[in-house]
């Protein structure tokens, strides 16, 4: 089995920055792509980012991109979301996701349900 913990979220105004972490241990050979998503209040989940670990490409949504970056640190297990120029629409439950895909171009084509592991979230609050 594998185990994914977020960490770093917060409440920060608009325009301001967090960087979320995700450690990944237990069977981390069950994935080879990482993903984060997010859930706000009364909203389906959606993709933010994914990186495919075997070649780092990555998928970002459109509403992040450009103020997203998603990381990895294959050494410590860890994948980073640096969210920069914060908006209040980014408010939500973060989650980190985690599986093992065929290939890094149906790890960035998955969809938010399509991951096999999920961590219990992290809460990010941005004010205007």
């Known amino acids: 089995q594998l185990q994914l913990v977020e960490s770093g979220g917060g409440s920060v105004q608009a325009g301001g920055s967090l960087r979320l972490s995700c450690a990944a241990s237990g069977d981390t050979y069950s994935r080879n792509c990482m993903a984060w998503l997010r859930q706000a209040p009364g909203k389906e989940r959606e993709e933010v980012a994914i990186?495919?670990?075997?070649?780092?490409?990555?998928y970002y949504a459109g509403s992040v991109k450009g103020r997203f970056t998603i990381s990895l640190d294959n050494a410590k297990n860890t994948v980073y979301l640096q969210m920069d120029t914060l908006k209040p629409e980014d408010t939500g439950m973060y989650f980190c996701a985690a599986d093992r895909f065929s290939s890094p171009w149906v790890c960035t084509s998955r969809g938010p349900e399509g991951f096999g592991y999920r961590g219990r979230g992290t809460q990010v609050t941005v004010s205007s």
């Open positions: 990186i495919s670990t075997s070649d780092t490409s990555t």
